[in-house]
């Protein structure tokens, strides 16, 4: 059971930045895509970011391109999703989410629980 814990929300003026970071319990990093969505309020849950584990591809939400940077470290199984020029509109619960490359791109099995992030203007 694959299991992915979430950290690094916090309150932050408009412009700022934070740093989300995502450590999965997953052996083989390679084998999956890891991804950061967001739920605002009143909003339905949405994409930002998603990185292959195997090519390193990254794929981004145009609401976020240029802003925010997923990354990740195989040594230490987490994922990171650097964000910076934050707005009010992306203040959210982020959520890391896992799926196995060969899984179809709509099904996210892996979730964590989410982390807050407040941007206040």
């Known amino acids: 059971q694959v299991q992915l814990v979430e950290s690094g929300g916090d309150l932050v003026q408009a412009g700022g930045s934070l740093r989300l970071s995502c450590e999965a319990s997953?052996?083989?990093?390679?084998?999956?895509?890891m991804a950061w969505f967001r739920q605002g309020p009143g909003r339905e849950r949405e994409f930002v970011a998603n990185?292959?584990?195997?090519?390193?591809?990254?794929n981004y939400a145009t609401s976020v391109k240029g802003r925010f940077t997923i990354s990740k470290d195989d040594a230490r199984n987490t994922i990171y999703l650097q964000m910076i020029n934050l707005k009010p509109e992306d203040t959210a619960v982020y959520y890391c989410?896992?799926?196995?490359?060969?899984?179809?791109?709509?099904?996210?099995?892996?979730w964590g629980q989410g982390t807050q992030v407040t941007v206040s203007s």
């Open positions: 990185i292959y584990g195997n090519t390193y591809s990254r």
């Open positions: 989410a896992a799926r196995r490359i060969s899984t179809p791109a709509d099904s996210w099995p892996y």
């Open positions: 997953i052996r083989t990093f390679s084998n999956y895509v």
